[in-house]
């Protein structure tokens, strides 16, 4: 998106696309940030290819403006944004070597024979292939494919490599490597990443910020355990992995947050002002919430009967109804479980007051 070997820095100001009456992206504004890495999350048509088709220069917005280091970009050209970019199905040319693959964006860029030896060697290194260097696309496995898709797309040290669920061809352990290998890369090269995937816990694993889509629209934007344990609204706390909802009545200001009555009981919880008021749904993760025998004064807690549990090897999944009819599952060592489901069934459900987040109710 600018010289090579600079990382950019890139703002989106109110994107907006539309193909023909249906809005597939809306008012979108996004800062990101130099080197950083990126992930556009969300469920299929949540519009996040399309977003980083506006990126790489392919979608032209109808609305919005595009930034690259402070030039407004919006109408340049793909080939004059020299994006990286490895996308589903941006394939490797299959009559190429996978020296030649890799060196072909230095020759379209005149760079001296020289000059391409040395980077293509050092690209090769880089990404495992030693050894590969004169082998065709169809005589490499999908995770060398892979790797060579990589090296391509970084090889002329382009300031954003733009990533469309690269790997999901893959299978897992290969998809696991291939996610260590693309954050290694991205720590050695220092390049801005964007990535798009609908995989959260691949979002989580590797990214620096995490900007979660849906219906067109960016809900949030943070570092993994930002978005994860302070989600902005039910759909993002859903979409994240499992939560349990609890409703709370009476929600006024507290120090550090706001406090409510749940199950009839006072608890104190995370949120953000703005969501301070009357009723709402106060969201724990499982893995959050203990069982004990009761909850201390002053103490989150709520009275709940477990009925059915799940091994899972090294947890035990434990489902459980509140008096007020509230499902909750909770993840406990496997032992508590037992207990649990031994003693008349009946126990307390208790939580760390910061691991409780209040969501508007009804939520997104
Ligand atoms: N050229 C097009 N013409 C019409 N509709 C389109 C076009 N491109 C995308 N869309 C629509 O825009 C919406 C967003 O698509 P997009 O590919 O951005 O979603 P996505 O979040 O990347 O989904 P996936 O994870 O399935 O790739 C979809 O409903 C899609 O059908």
């Known amino acids: 998106m600018q010289q090579p070997g600079r990382a950019a820095e890139i703002k989106a100001n109110g994107i907006g696309k539309s193909f023909g009456s249906f809005r597939a992206l809306d ?17 299929s048509g ?7 088709m ?43 070597s996978v020296e030649q693959n890799i060196a072909f964006p230095l020759k379209v860029r005149k760079k001296t024979a020289t000059e391409i030896r040395q980077r293509v060697g050092e690209m090769v290194e880089r990404v495992g292939l030693k050894g590969h260097e004169k082998k065709l696309p ?32 893959l299978d897992k352990s290969l998809r696991g490597q291939m996610q260590a290998e693309m954050k290694r890369l991205h720590q050695e090269t220092g390049t801005t990443f964007v990535f798009v995937t609908h995989d ?35 759909f993002v706390a859903e979409f994240l992995g499992e939560i349990n909802m609890l409703p709370v009545k009476g929600v006024k200001p507290a ?3 706001a406090i409510g009555l749940c199950e009839d009981r006072a608890v104190n ?32 807690g709520i009275a709940a009967t477990a009925i059915a549990s799940t091994y899972l090897g090294a947890a035990t999944r434990l489902d459980l109804t509140t008096r007020q009819g509230s499902k909750v599952t909770v993840s406990v060592p496997n032992e508590v479980a037992a207990a649990a489901l031994s003693k008349g069934n009946s126990v307390w459900l208790t939580w760390p007051a910061e691991k409780g987040f209040l969501l508007p109710d009804g939520g997104q």
């Open 269 to 300: 919880m995370r949120c953000k002002a703005e969501t301070v008021k009357g009723d709402a749904l106060l969201a724990i993760r499982p893995e959050h919430m203990s069982i004990a025998r009761e909850a201390a004064v002053g103490e989150n």
């Open 255 to 257: 120090d550090n947050g």
């Open 138 to 169: 169809a005589q490499l496995s999908g995770g060398q494919q892979q790797r060579v898709a990589l090296a391509r797309a970084l090889v002329f040290e382009p300031g954003v490599l733009l990533l469309d669920e690269p790997f999901s061809a």
């Open 27 to 43: 008012n979108l504004t996004l800062d990101i940030g130099r080197g950083e890495f990126l992930t556009l999350l969300g469920p």
């Open 200 to 234: 959260q816990s691949e979002a989580l694993a590797l990214s620096s910020r995490v900007a979660i889509f849906n219906h067109g629209k960016l809900l949030q934007v943070g570092a993994p355990d930002e978005v994860y344990d302070r989600p902005a609204n039910r």
């Open 46 to 52: 949540s519009g996040k290819t399309t977003f980083l």
């Open 54 to 96: 506006i990126l790489a220069g392919f979608v032209q917005p109808s609305e919005g403006r595009l930034f690259s280091d402070g030039v407004d970009i919006t109408q340049r050209p793909a080939e004059q944004r020299a994006a990286g970019m490895v996308f589903q199905g941006y394939a490797l040319f299959p009559h190429m």
